[in-house]
């Protein structure tokens, strides 16, 4: 409190030097800044009937739902249409299909064998879309206008792509509400709930919920309706309702050369059996969770840190938290990390295998001309990368598709064969059952770029001041399932922390996405993960601000072009804490303010022409028409905006300070 009147009290002191000033950037934001901070209780949300989130992951998606009357129970969606037979199929592949049209075809195992089963010719006209959502993470520049490549080399505007699969899954999860509700549910009585990575900046956020928009899960006019979840966040929420024999603690196991020696199993056998659990209650697909915390979390006292450390297909994403044992919720101790670390990065160690063997041109030609037997091949790459594990005895078998090794024969005059002992790639052999056959040295050579990339970036981040002291390492996501993984960060950090890996790993971010739908407060504390501000005028300090920064105007020297910051990077913020800004019309009759929002992965900037500062978005307040005589008569109109920075997006609401009515406010991270 006593901070906040300081700083209430220098902007007193600065009103009154700013009272006559010029606007900050006055070409674009064409308004006036204030300084000031203020601290609000979170508004209570509506009430909604259920919840259903959405898991859009970059291999695999899925989705689930609670009724709000009845939050302990969780509903999982496992009846895909085309699954494999005799598996639980927790997850559909994020695949789509469209036609030569470019209309909706099917998604998931619907899309891949629907693709697999056209005729090569035909399927060159097909786009079929796999692995797309990295895009969204790659992107620097990402817009609405973005496009995504389809396998056959055509390309589609992304948020159409992303808004066909979002509106399948909202098909479907309607369907299954309507089985399982014995009353009608209205469209505003959903609460959805969308995953994304905690890396993920505000343009990826939004790209997202535009898509969600297209796809009409919600409306614009009630974007409270949505939710955009971290996964990193949402598994850590989940993983507070564990109980002890719900999980594997690597910590506890020796490991050696794969296998458990307290069990003489292999190391993946506690999934091998929560798997064979989930395949035994295919058609019981409600799972329960503890009222209140889990036998594990009971371990935890006050204060204790841990790091959830979400290994999915496309990126490694990092958070971590504190236990606040009174309120039950969750703090933020450092700003999410990470970055594109993801079992993809296997299989593109494959791809380039693949290059030294049979030559780069020709599989770009063959991913060209025959690309559903491209996707078949990688169909067929990813069961076997299942079931590497360090120290295995066995070779792994990978089938070639005839088409592949008919292609290779056709275009290169030589035997897949003959490449193969020609090549340098010595721990790739060739099978007579027509199989590339890969020792365990070769898959390993696949897997380790990745996995030491995963295990350095936990390192670093355990070296933080922020992270001392860390108890657990929750390993959660697809990627951990991986044997390959599980040991690597076994044998590096079991004697730092506890590792923890949930049974049901490949499903934790999706209930704990249900569990965020159901109570969004839950994390308390956030981190910011980048510099936020506007560009704003202050008075010219001769020796202090440079000359070419210097502005005249009505006769009183001005600095032009200064950060003026909302929020500075790993600053913590709590939900419901607002920072506060006012802007004034730089006319009389004008409609509309638009204020430019800069950004900076450091905190060491002064202007917003410096190096590393970059223009990230802007606000955008549309104002109403005054009414005659409603103007003060004195200074200008004056529109107050607040900017929420402690929750999963940045929101901003403003209000016309003179008749306290609310003005519209968007804030647009995808128009630069």
């Known amino acids: 409190l006593k901070s906040i009147n300081q700083i209430d009290s220098l902007w007193r002191k600065q009103r009154s030097i700013m009272s006559s000033s010029p606007f900050p950037q006055p070409a674009s934001s064409q308004s006036t800044s204030c300084f000031s901070y203020s601290i609000t209780r979170p508004r209570s949300s509506r009430p909604f ?45 994020t695949s789509l299909l469209l036609t030569p049209d470019k209309k909706f075809h099917s998604f ?16 060159r006209d097909w786009l079929y879309f796999e692995k ?30 992303f808004a066909h699969a979002l509106r399948f899954f909202k098909e479907h999860a309607l369907k299954e509400l309507k089985d399982q509700s014995s009353s009608v549910l209205e469209k505003d009585e959903i609460r959805w709930v969308i995953t994304v990575p905690a890396i993920w900046k505000p343009p990826a956020k939004q790209f997202m919920r535009e898509a969600a928009y297209l796809a009409t899960l919600v409306s614009p006019e009630n974007p409270e309706q949505l939710l955009i979840a971290l996964e990193p966040e949402a598994a850590s929420i989940y993983c507070r309702k564990l109980r002890l024999h719900q999980v594997i603690d690597l910590s506890s196991r020796l490991i050696l050369n794969g296998f ?102 020709f599989i770009d030609n063959f991913k060209a001309k025959r690309p559903a037997a491209w996707v078949d091949l990688m169909i067929a790459f990813e069961a076997r990368k299942r079931t590497a594990a360090p120290g295995r005895a066995n070779a792994i078998n990978i089938s070639l598709p005839f088409s592949f090794i008919d292609f290779y024969k056709t275009h290169c ?23 590339l056959r890969m020792t365990s040295e070769a898959m390993n050579e696949l897997f380790q770029p990745t996995i030491s ?132 019309p730089a006319r009389s009759g004008q409609r509309k303010i638009i204020i430019n929002i ?15 500062v970059r223009k990230c978005g802007n606000i955008t307040l549309d104002l109403p028409e005054a009414k005659e005589g409603s103007l003060p008569r004195k200074g200008r109109r004056e529109i107050r905006a607040s900017m929420q920075f402690g929750d999963t997006e940045i929101k901003v609401t403003a209000v016309d300070v003179l008749t306290s009515k609310s003005v519209r406010a968007s804030i647009d991270f995808l128009s630069n």
């Open 598 to 612: 800069y950004c900076s992965p450091t905190d060491d900037v002064v202007y917003i022409t410096d190096p590393c």
């Open 108 to 123: 998931g195992f619907m899309a891949r064998d629907s693709y697999h089963d056209l005729d090569p010719e035909e399927a």
């Open 413 to 435: 005059g030589q035997s897949v064969e003959t490449a193969l002992r020609k090549s340098n790639v010595n721990f790739v052999k060739w099978s007579s059952q027509g199989m």
């Open 260 to 361: 458990d020696q307290e069990t003489s199993s292999p190391l993946d056998s506690g999934f091998r059996q929560a798997r064979e659990q989930l395949r035994r209650a295919r058609h019981s697909r409600t799972f329960l969770v503890e009222s209140g915390t889990g036998e594990l979390w009971s371990e935890m006292q006050e204060g204790d840190r841990y790091i959830v450390a979400d290994c999915g297909g496309g990126t490694v994403d990092l958070t971590v938290h504190q236990i606040e044992q009174v309120q039950g919720t969750l703090k933020e101790l450092y700003k999410a990390s990470g970055g594109p670390y993801g079992a993809v990065g296997v299989d593109l160690a494959f791809e380039e295998m693949l290059c030294k063997i049979f030559g780069k041109d």
């Open 453 to 584: 990339k995963i295990v350095q970036h936990i390192a670093e981040l355990m070296k933080k001041p922020e992270v001392s002291g860390v108890r657990f390492l929750f390993l959660v996501g697809g990627f951990a399932e991986s044997p390959m993984l599980q040991s690597a960060i076994q044998s590096t950090f079991s004697r730092t922390c506890r590792i923890i890996i949930p049974q049901d790993v490949g499903l934790t971010i999706l209930k704990g996405a249900v569990l965020f739908g159901l109570d969004p407060t839950i994390v308390r504390v956030r981190r910011c993960p980048l510099t936020y501000g506007v560009g704003v005028l202050n008075k010219f300090v001769e020796g202090k601000h440079p000359r070419e920064k210097l502005l005249v105007k009505d006769g009183r020297d001005w600095c032009t072009d200064i950060l003026d910051r909302f929020v500075t990077v790993d600053q913590s913020v709590a939900l419901g804490e607002v920072v506060q800004r006012s802007y004034t």
């Open 49 to 93: 009937s259920v919840v259903v989130a959405i898991d859009f992951g970059t291999t695999s998606s899925g989705y689930a739902f609670s009724f709000t009357q009845d939050p302990e129970a969780i509903h999982m969606m496992r009846r895909w249409e085309g699954g494999d037979p005799g598996v639980a199929n927790q997850k559909t592949p």
């Open 132 to 161: 797309f959502k990295m895009k969204i993470h790659s992107t620097t520049d990402l817009t609405m206008e973005t496009e995504l490549m389809a396998v056959n080399g055509s390309h589609v505007k992304a948020i159409e792509v």
